[in-house]
């Protein structure tokens, strides 16, 4: 959750958005001539922001995009467009910090109306490259012809950045810019973005939109609930809508598997935490939840496509039955494994036994690389749930923030000295300068969409089943609430789509690869709501170019007689 993953595919989701969007998008007029266009560009000013550049680029230059952690590099062929680089309110922290939002907008020289805004990561502070682009392949979202929005949240990791102070969470020392992280600069940037727009092109976009994975997922979500004139389309995938929630999780999980660790007679280090299950042992829990779910959905596939009816009672006695016999070793579980797992898969409690957030579903991602970079960690990076999640908690998820030292043994300490009875009321605390907690500032989930559905805005909600960070389980929760509340017609306006095997964002034995973007705009511009996302399995999975329908919840892909259909 800190600058490894600030702007990256954590927030700007792996999912492709790679369609030509068609069907009511006409370019809108501008100077057909370069030299005519980039004067306009270089003529733009707005009333409360200092622009501090303002750049043409022709058709063709190139630019690096923002990947997933330890993904080959990327890039993407930019289209003629301007790029507009500025900051809105900049000020002094009461901790004698210089903050400011800093925002990012590329606005194409053919222009089909639109306005996208492209969501954060981790815990921001920079600024994204503003081309829509998620990783699919084929023209982005700039290159179709949408003005594209990027910020920071209103701090800088670049500045800010404090290790004695939790790194690049040392920006919620300031309660200004936490709560400008947890969704007070959406606003703002948002408006700002428009002005220009209106500036260069003469005229409003037709439709506004935003898409979003993690922190980005929890950016729209904010949108959806507390802003919701402002888009009229949503994509927030993997939602960090429980982010300081899900932060005592991860303390939680980091629990589970150092008790299998000293359960072994052996002391808790990072090392211990990446070999608490080793991958040979992983691959055996991820055969026991095939047999024992891959075949619900009428398919052994290698997918468990209905999640919701992997349970317990069918995962457990095949994680027993690879349990090792007294006195036996190798290739297989000690009780305290099998323990850990349940324990991540049932959820943090409190000391009476009620759930703080839901665990996570079983399925065939347990263990792929994805999962365990966070979870338990790799022999080459330590949990991203330690070095990670214990500094986030401590700062930007605590009232106040509280020090932690710089080391990831000193915030594997922390993590193991977590207790839910003392210190989950830290993310609902107020004082301390701070007049809204962390969970106010930040957290997002309330089933209250009523503005959003009356003016007619459509949200999508995509999530990996797999996701070892924000459980499905929270989403599909969520979900039904909403439901409860509209009368069970929430699925005209909200609707989930799990992702079966898919880990944070994409990843995974899964089919990860989707458009989602031509899915929304088709939904708000046409109303054809969708029922299945067209989906592909990427060259990292199982199974390269494999395609299945990813079902809105509840619906599950299940296949009859050879063909694969949502039902």
Request: proline residues 8%; charged residues 20%; contains cysteine.
């Amino acid at each position: 959750m800190r600058a490894i993953l600030a702007g990256t595919a954590m927030g700007s989701a792996v999912f492709a958005l790679s369609s030509v969007v068609g069907d009511g998008a006409a370019a809108t007029a501008v100077p057909a001539d370069q030299p005519a266009f980039a004067g306009q560009c270089a003529a733009l000013t707005l009333r409360g922001a200092r622009l501090t550049a303002r750049r043409y680029h022709a058709g063709g230059e190139r630019v690096a995009l923002a990947t997933q952690p330890g993904a080959p590099p990327a890039s993407a062929a930019l289209p003629a467009h301007c790029e507009v680089e500025g900051t809105l309110h900049e000020r002094t922290g009461v901790d004698g910090q210089r903050y400011a939002i800093r925002f990012r907008l590329r606005l194409p020289q053919q222009w089909n109306g639109r306005f996208l805004f492209q969501g954060g990561g981790g815990t921001n502070g920079v600024v994204g490259d503003a081309t829509g682009n998620t990783g699919g392949s084929g023209p982005g979202p700039l290159a179709q012809g949408f003005a594209v929005l990027a910020q920071d949240s209103g701090h800088d990791n670049a500045t800010n950045s404090d290790p004695a102070r939790g790194g690049d969470g040392a920006f919620a020392y300031d309660p200004q810019a936490r709560a400008d992280y947890g969704g007070a600069s959406l606003r703002p940037v948002t408006l700002a973005a428009r002005g220009l727009v209106r500036s260069l092109y003469g005229k409003d976009p037709a439709h506004s939109y935003f898409v979003g994975c993690s922190k980005g997922g929890q950016e729209g979500m904010v949108l959806a609930q507390r802003e919701p004139d402002l888009y009229d389309g949503i994509v927030a995938a993997a939602p960090g809508f429980s982010l300081p929630r899900a932060a005592l999780a991860e303390a939680w999980n980091v629990q589970a598997f150092a008790g299998a660790i000293r359960a072994a007679g052996q002391p808790v280090t990072i090392a211990a935490l990446a070999a608490a299950i080793p991958p040979a042992l992983g691959a055996r829990v991820r055969t026991a939840v095939l047999e024992a779910c891959d075949a619900l959905d009428g398919q052994a596939d290698g997918i468990v496509g209905d999640l919701a009816r992997c349970t317990s009672t069918r995962v457990v006695p095949r994680l027993r039955a690879a349990q090792c016999k007294p006195g036996a070793q190798g290739n297989c579980l000690s009780g305290a494994q099998i323990d850990a797992l349940l324990k991540v898969h049932d959820g943090v409690r409190d000391p009476a036994g009620r759930s703080i957030y839901p665990g996570f579903p079983w399925d065939a991602g347990w263990f792929d690389d994805g999962w365990r970079i966070w979870m338990t960690g790799l022999a080459t990076v330590p949990a991203l749930n330690v070095v990670l999640g214990g500094p986030s908690r401590a700062t930007i998820f605590s009232t106040p923030p509280q020090p932690i030292g710089p080391t990831p043994d000193a915030m594997l300490a922390y993590q193991l000295a977590f207790s839910p009875a003392r210190d989950a009321a830290a993310i609902d605390a107020r004082g301390s300068g701070y007049a809204r907690s962390a969970w106010e500032d930040i957290g997002a989930r309330s089933s209250d969409l009523s503005r959003f559905r009356a003016r007619g805005g459509r949200l999508i909600v995509p999530h990996g089943g797999s996701d070892p960070v924000f459980s499905l389980n929270d989403t599909i929760a969520w979900w039904q609430e909403v439901d409860r509340r509209n009368g069970g017609q929430a699925a005209g306006f909200a609707r989930v789509f799990p992702v079966p095997g898919m880990g944070h964002c994409a990843g995974g034995p899964a089919t990860d690869r989707y458009d989602v973007l031509t899915a929304l705009t088709a939904w708000v511009e046409q109303g054809r709501a969708p029922d299945a996302l067209p989906a592909r399995a990427g060259p990292g999975s199982p199974w390269p170019g494999r395609e299945r329908p990813l079902c809105r919840y509840p619906l599950v892909a299940r296949g009859r007689g050879g063909a694969i259909r949502c039902s």
